[in-house]
Nanobody, 126 residues
């Protein structure tokens, strides 16, 4: 089992930046693809960014491309999401997820992710 704990959310004004972190614990010796998703009130969960286990491959949704950066520190079993120029439409609960993946590729299908964190709230005021 892998446990994921997100942190770094908060209330900011439009144009500000936040850095989310996802700390993994438990059975972390394997290779995992990781991702961030978000869910705004009354909306479906949106896949935001993904990263392969080595960090060599990344993916971003069009809505965040150029503003968000996903990265990972394998030594610390941590994945980060740097969010710049935040806008009110970025408001939501941000979730970290992990899936074992022997191939060093990103995983875009959220249904394949085995492990999810509890989420961290990001609120952007206009």
């Amino acid at each position: 089992q892998v446990q994921l704990v997100e942190s770094g959310g908060g209330l900011v004004q439009a144009g500000a930046s936040l850095r989310l972190s996802c700390a993994a614990s438990g059975r972390t010796s394997g290779t995992y693809a990781m991702s961030w998703s978000r869910q705004a009130p009354g909306k479906e969960r949106e896949f935001v960014a993904a990263i392969s286990w080595s960090g060599s491959s990344t993916y971003y949704a069009d809505s965040v491309k150029g503003r968000f950066t996903i990265s990972r520190d394998s030594a610390k079993n941590t994945v980060h999401l740097q969010m710049n120029n935040l806008q009110p439409e970025d408001t939501g609960v941000y979730y970290c997820a992990a899936v074992p993946n022997l191939r060093d590729t990103i995983v875009l299908d959220t249904a394949k992710y085995n492990y999810w964190g509890q989420g961290t709230q990001v609120t952007v005021s206009s």
